[in-house]
Every structure is written in C-alpha cells, then in structure tokens.
C-alpha cells in the first residue's frame, strides 16, 4: 500500500512538478521568485516557463539541462535550481548555466540584433543546506568593481537563497514565509504557512496534488529508492576499496567506488528494485508504457512480472 509520508517541497521531482509546469505553476513561482528578486511586479505577466534544456554549442556537446527556466515580459532569462546536498563546483555550476543561458541569445545577434539588445540572465540557486559561511539567508552577486564601487553591467545577476538560515532580522517577510513552507515538516505546518500568501497556498495545493496523486507517488518513491540503492552501492564500494589497500586518498576511492557502484548496483541491485517496482506498480493497473518509463524496464519484462 502507499504509504502518507510527507514529502518534502525542496525534493527534485515535487519541486519541478510545483513550480515548473508551464500555464500551470505561474503564481506560485510568481510568489517565489517576487520574494527573491528586486522586480517590478508587471515584469512576471505573461511569464512563460520553457524547455530546461539548453542549446548545444557543437555536434559533440552534451545537451545542458536546467531545472526551471523562465522568461519575463521582456524577455528577461531566469534559470531556477535546487539542490538538497552540497557538491563540489555548486558556485560554479550556477555561474556556468547562467552563462549558457546568456550565451543561447546568440540567434538574437545571427538575426541582426546588437549586443545591447541582449537580454538580463539571473541564476537563483536555492540550497538546502549552507553553502556560504555566514549569517545571511540571500546573496546576490552581480558584476561589481569592488576597488571603486561601480558596477559593469546589471545583465549577469546570480541569487543564491539558503534554506538552513534564518532571514536577517525578518526584513523580508515574504522571504521568510517561503522559508517556512521548504521547510514545514507536515502537511499541517505546511498548510498554516499557506494561509499567509496565494503564492504559497497554491504551491501547497500543487504539492498536495503531486503526494496524494498514486501514479506520481510511485514515481516518487521510485526514483528515491534507486537513488538510496546506488548512495548504499557507492558506500559499499568505497569501503571494499579501502580494505584491500586499493584508496589512497578520498579522490581515487571516489573513482573506484563509482566504477564498482555502478557495475554492481546497476547489473544486480537496481534491476531488483526496479522490478519490486514495477510489480507494484502493475498491482495498481499503471500502463505498460508509464510503469516502462520509469523503470527503464522492457514491455516485455514487465508482462512477466
């Protein structure tokens, strides 16, 4: 049976499903990003939320995904990612897809524009965890010349928001209630702080849909099972490694204990889980063709089960 854990909001799928669905997450992400984002109100109306995928560079570059990406009235480009856990490179990471977001407005110039017609980019990194060590909740990093205090250019913006921290003397109110909905531990913490803002009630009610809903449930649970699977096979790998003298240093355990995690969890482990899986799911009358798409089972494997 399914069970009625609560489910976090700050989880990849539930996320996505919450804010990213386009002409269906518009006034809670226009909730969201009006508690972030220095901008003027009109500028959210007719927001469109478009293909995360970037565009390639070349034949041979791999196709960049972001997690929610965004256009405002003027055309203004916002990359929306959030990240339960620390990894190394995040900074980074966030700056590079906010490049590539700049950088795709080439067809702009190709079609005769100037380069003063591109538009503004602004990355938001919402972190779970603290990824900068100090009190603030909101960081917001622009192209600024520190030595004399003048600005280049307002065109490349990078917000990050930590879940994990209080808000600075609750200066931001607004801020501070979607603070409060990532991290409401059950539907009933969550649904107080609903009552606060429409943004907010109709992100609670998205994320009421998305855990209540059997087939995005199983979806869920799904996905956090073989994500647990392959944590515990890279453990167990790395742990071998060190045993048989094989480790020297974290960064050639790392490269052993994925190599071994992934041939075996994905040959013995994986296969397992995903076919407990999909037993459930074909137990709750599910398609062939859904059940196979997230299981990355065959159609005729599944019949079998």
């Known amino acids: 049976m399914l069970t009625d854990t609560f489910i976090p909001a700050v989880e990849d799928g539930l996320f996505k499903y919450i804010f990213g669905r386009d002409g269906a997450s518009e006034t809670q992400l226009i909730g969201l990003l009006g508690a972030i984002l220095d901008v003027p109100r009109e500028e959210y109306a007719g927001l469109r939320i478009g293909d995360p995928h970037l565009l390639r560079r070349h034949r041979k570059a791999g196709l960049g995904i972001v997690d929610i990406r965004v256009t405002t009235r003027s055309g203004m ?23 590539r977001l700049y950088v795709d407005q080439d067809i702009r110039l190709k ?53 994990r921290k209080e808000p600075e003397a609750w200066d931001n109110p607004a801020l501070g209630a979607w603070l409060r909905f990532f991290g409401a531990g ?12 429409p943004g907010i009630a109709a992100a609670a009610a998205a994320h009421r849909e998305y855990t209540l809903a059997k087939r995005l449930r199983l979806m869920h649970e799904a996905r956090r099972k073989a994500r647990l699977d392959w944590q515990a096979r890279i453990g167990g790998a790395r742990e071998e490694g060190r045993e048989q003298g094989i480790e020297q240093g974290i960064e050639r355990g790392m490269e052993r204990g994925m190599a071994m995690g992934m041939t075996e969890g994905l040959a013995k482990g994986q296969m397992e889980s995903r076919r407990e899986i999909a037993g459930r799911m074909k137990r709750q009358n599910i398609s062939i063709g859904l059940i196979a798409s997230v299981t990355d089972l065959s159609a005729e494997e599944i019949a079998k089960l």
């Not at 972190?127 to 100090?134: C, F």
């Not at 004399?148 to 913006?157: P, T, V, Y």
């Open 77 to 99: 480009i916002l990359n929306v990612e959030m990240q339960t856990s620390g990894i190394r490179g995040m900074r980074e990471r966030i700056i590079y897809y906010s490049d």
């Open 186 to 197: 059950s539907r009933e913490e969550m649904e107080m702080v609903a009552k606060t803002d």
């Open 111 to 163: 079609g005769g524009a100037s380069y003063a017609e591109l538009k503004k980019t602004i990355g938001i990194l919402i972190a779970d965890y603290r990824e900068i060590d100090d009190g603030a909740c909101h960081h917001v990093f622009t192209m600024y010349d520190r030595r004399h205090g003048c600005e280049l250019s307002d065109r490349k913006e990078v917000h990050i928001v930590e879940l």
